[in-house]
DNA sequence: TCGGAATACATCATATCACGAAGTATTGTG
DNA sequence: CACAATACTTCGTGATATGATGTATTCCGA
């Protein structure tokens, strides 16, 4: 989908995707897959931003051999998840002028 | 409203202000101040990209001894507005996934 | 058993872009 | 006559999505 308008669902996105249970990348990517493509470098930039900003917590936790980092949201994330919906409104009116038929052409 | 969100939607916004009939600069904020905000410096940046982009052509002329430019979309312009209308069911499966309650928690 | 795919995370450079600040110039208004 | 409104332009900055590249481990099939 366009990068631009992907811009805007990105963060909500990957607090959307832990927010039912705490979370790690490689699995972060597969679960959002059938909604939004997104490679590891994007991924990694977006976690980093989202846990600076205190919208997530990280804990890093031995699997297998493997270290994994374990993301887990905070309030301040569900809260921002909130806010999207919230804005989604001015979302949508936008959508609405946009997509109107204009009989006049 | 948000920055990043605003990306996605700002070229087609201005794309569907010129639809109707030519616009120029000042009287396109204006028209879309009800949905979407947006500086002088923004929407000359985008009406650049826009014309770089074949979206739409511009045309000189004089108002009451002041110089206006006349925007004009074009065929490309109007495909991409159907491009964004086709990109907008991968928005709302998007919009789903995020805002859906989660009973768990 | 050997190699490649999958898993898992990290860093860097780049290109795009919204926006504030500042500037130029004219018309209308109190 | 000063100030707001109209109208367009340029510059610098910060945010950010992404490809390329690198490191390291586990698992599976030939």
Redesign the pocket.
């Known amino acids: 989908m366009d ?2 308008l ?3 669902l ?2 909500v996105c990957v607090l959307a995707a832990i927010r039912q249970e705490d979370s ?5 990517i ?1 679960d959002l897959k059938p909604y939004i ?13 989202l846990e600076l900003a205190g919208l997530l917590t990280v804990r ?1 936790s031995e ?8 993301y887990h949201i905070t309030k301040a994330g569900l809260g921002r998840i909130e806010d999207f919906k919230d804005e989604w409104r001015e979302v949508m009116a936008i959508y609405q002028f946009v997509s109107k038929e204009d009989p006049e052409r």
Request: proline share 0%; hydrophobic share 25%.
């Open positions: 990068a631009q992907k811009r805007g990105l963060d790690y990348g490689y699995r972060i597969k493509a997104l490679s590891e470098s994007t991924l990694y930039t977006v976690l980093k931003r890093t699997h297998e051999g493997r270290l994994r980092k374990y």
